[in-house]
């Protein structure tokens, strides 16, 4: 973003990678898959850089008020100072808190998630979607809770996934009832309480029961979750757990 | 001699209503118990109308489960027709009259006739209830919190429902005047037959007995909704009026974190100055230990808790065996208001410190930090409660009061406060995804 104002110019959007995105070794594949998809058909767009921090949102859910605040102000400072209109990211926890809860703290920006931003490229025409490799293929989507019940979109990630030709098999929770992985609400970093199951594990036999090899999502959280519980619960079929941007990416052999 | 069951029936009806008025009053008292929240009624009223009359008035979240949800319609619009009658049970009763607006002739036959279809629907549908509660146990009405009153509770509210409908129909039947008018005794007239045997006098002292059964039931009824999970048919439209019109994921920003914060980040002399001196006159506490550090919204979703505990049957948490129920963290609250109600009423309006509190003493740490704040509950109950609000202010409580999160949730923190990450990673090399 630096470069840009060095240069005087602005970018279209501002990619907001979140520190799975930046550190994770899965997420970091989502990363670039969007990447190539926003270079492939030349979306003007910068990130932060190393003046992107974390979003406050593990802090928030947490009960640590007074940390994410901290965040949310250094970052909404950081943010206007480049005067930041829209931010598109792959994170629907960044999602979710620089669009709800920025604003009241001087944060005001246009948030799309990846998929809803992806999506709105197809609707201009920019974006063209094949199917490729998965045409015809079965897929799944699980609804990640952030960009689900909590911002009401269920429907841009679907979209996308009909645009690859493939045949989307619902899980019996879906939508609204959709069963979260496990990570939200800052879980992701502890173990979990006592009980009978992990609830990825749950989820992961909801998977199953669609009899599809792929489970589509758009949160790296619910990726590492999902992936987790495909893994510990495999047997001769293989789940693969694949970012929509991941998909896409592929089918147009970025 | 002959005023005197007038003046009886004033006396009952003055004395329930009195009784169901303060305790009205009480209830009000204990929701203001809780702090003030910022709702801007000015805007989206008309919104929250519309919430009030598809969720409260129409049911629409019921009927997401068609079978029970068509049930449920069915005792809600039988109670609420049904009622019509009282208003001629109440004159009769006030002004020794019988049957005051028969004289409406077949319009009387049709409201009659509804209210004893209703009436035989409403028995047949809280019969289902009281199986699926008694013989079926579906599930997620047997958890711990749910034995002892809970459930003794659940089961009086359908025996209540039965009596007073099965005292409705015999007060018609036996009813030798309005049987005779055969004006809607649609249900009531086949079980008259039942009654053929008796004298016309030992009839006519049935009827009365039946009737009066039947009012003082209702009136007992009335004043038994303050004790009882059953406080939904008011306060749901409160409930749904109130709720947040917000996405979901939002949480609210604490304004009291909001100040401080800027006090630390900046050292601008003047708003040190203006800020310091608010908190001289509020010394601050951080997220809730106890009812009165929620707000009065929570403590109103509280009281119109009906625990039917579809919350808890979609808790990720509760559905892997983990201790935390959404439907328990509202009975808790629910409990302790009401213990904090009764210490007030003891000591003269001022409460005296018990030594008990919301946290530790009715909710479980263990139960609060098994949320993953997936909003499942707060999606899906009928009445738009939302426990996870709840559960988030006690969350703070613990870390910024306490300063007791679990350990691995104190590294994440201090990872975020250190380097801007959950992870111990360095802020410099956030844009190694690159190579």
């Known amino acids: ?137 079965k897929i799944t989507y699980h609804d990640p809770c952030y960009l689900g019940r909590a911002n009401n979109e269920y429907e841009a990630p679907r979209d996308l996934i009909n645009k690859l030709e493939a045949e989307l098999i619902e899980m019996k929770r879906c939508k609204k009832n959709g069963l979260c992985c496990g990570a939200g609400g800052a879980q992701m970093f502890k173990d979990a309480e006592k009980g009978n199951k992990e609830i990825n594990i749950e989820r992961t036999e909801d998977i199953k ?29 293989k789940i693969s757990v694949m970012d929509i941007s991941e998909l896409i990416a592929n089918a147009q052999e970025l | 001699m002959s005023y005197l069951p007038n003046i009886a029936f004033l006396l009952i009806l003055s004395l329930s209503l009195g009784y169901f008025i303060s305790n009205i009053i009480k209830l009000k008292r204990n929701i203001n118990l809780g702090v003030d929240l910022d709702i801007d009624l000015s805007v989206n009223r008309k919104k929250r109308w519309a919430n009030m009359a598809k969720i409260a ?108 409908m099965s ?6 039947a036996t009813d030798v005047n309005f049987q005779n008018m055969d004006n809607g005794n649609i249900i009531s007239g086949f079980i008259y037959p039942l009654f053929e045997n008796y004298s016309a ?41 109130y709720a947040s019109l917000e996405n979901k994921g939002k949480m609210n920003n604490l304004k009291s974190v909001t100040n401080e914060v800027n006090l630390m980040l900046n050292d601008n002399s003047a708003t040190l100055e203006e800020n310091s001196e608010e908190n001289m006159n509020d010394i601050m506490k951080f997220g809730a230990s106890d ?26 948490a509760n559905i892997t065996g983990k201790k935390l129920s959404p439907r328990k963290i509202m009975m808790n609250t629910r409990d302790r208001l009401e213990e904090v109600s009764k210490n007030i009423d003891k000591n003269k309006g001022g409460f005296v410190d018990d030594g008990k509190k919301l946290i530790d003493d009715y909710i479980s740490r263990e139960e609060l930090w098994a949320c993953t704040s997936c909003n499942a509950c707060v999606e899906e109950c009928p009445i738009s409660i939302d426990p996870l609000s709840i559960i988030l202010d006690m969350r703070r409580y613990l870390v910024m009061e306490e300063a007791s999160a679990p350990a691995e949730l104190n590294n994440m923190m201090s990872n975020i406060e250190n380097n801007g990450a959950p992870w111990p990673y360095n802020q410099m090399d956030r844009l190694n995804w690159k190579d």
Request: aromatic share 12%; glycine share 8%.
């Open chain 1, 209 to 237: 029961e669609t009899n599809t090899e792929i489970v589509a999502t758009g949160c790296p959280f619910c990726n590492t979750m999902l992936s987790d519980g495909a893994k510990t619960i495999e047997d001769e079929r």
């Open chain 1, 1 to 137: 973003m630096a470069d840009y104002i060095a240069e005087g110019k602005s970018p279209e959007v501002l990619f907001w990678i979140g520190c799975a995105g930046s550190f994770d070794d899965r997420a970091k594949k989502i990363t670039k898959a969007f990447v190539k998809i926003l270079n492939s058909i030349n979306v003007d767009f910068a990130v932060l850089g190393q003046e992107e921090s974390c979003s406050g949102d593990p802090a928030k859910r947490a009960g640590n008020e007074f940390l994410f605040q901290m965040q949310a102000i250094s970052n909404i400072e950081v943010l206007n100072s480049y005067d930041i209109k829209t931010i598109v990211t792959t994170c629907p926890h960044c999602f979710n808190t620089l669009k709800n809860e920025y604003p009241s703290l001087g944060g005001n920006y246009k948030v799309y998630h990846h998929t809803q931003f992806l999506k709105s490229l197809l609707q201009q025409g920019r974006l063209k979607i094949k199917g490729g490799s998965y045409k015809g293929k």
């Open chain 2, 201 to 241: 006098e030992s009839l006519h002292v049935m009827e009365r007995v039946f009737w009066w059964m039947h009012i003082i039931g209702i009136l007992l009824f009335l004043n038994y909704l303050y004790f009882s999970k059953h406080l939904h048919i008011l306060l749901a439209f409160p409930n749904t009026f």
């Open chain 2, 167 to 172: 005292l409705f129909l015999l007060m018609n």
């Open chain 2, 291 to 316: 009812v009165s550090d929620l707000n009065w919204l929570q403590l109103l979703n509280a009281y119109s808790c009906t625990e039917c505990g579809r919350c808890t049957n979609v808790c990720p």
């Open chain 2, 57 to 164: 008035l129409g049911q629409s979240k019921m009927v997401r489960r068609p079978i029970v949800g068509a049930l449920h319609a069915i005792v809600y619009v039988g109670f609420i027709i049904i009622n019509i009658e009282l208003l001629e049970i109440v004159i009769d009763g006030l002004i020794g009259t019988h049957r005051i607006f028969s004289g409406m002739g077949v319009f009387y036959g049709f409201l009659i006739a509804s209210f004893e279809l209703l009436a035989v629907l409403v028995i047949f549908a809280v019969s289902v209830f009281w199986i699926r509660r008694n013989l079926i146990k579906v599930k997620r009405f047997f958890e711990d919190s749910m034995k002892g009153w809970p459930k003794l509770d659940a089961d009086l509210i359908l025996y209540f429902e039965i009596i007073l």
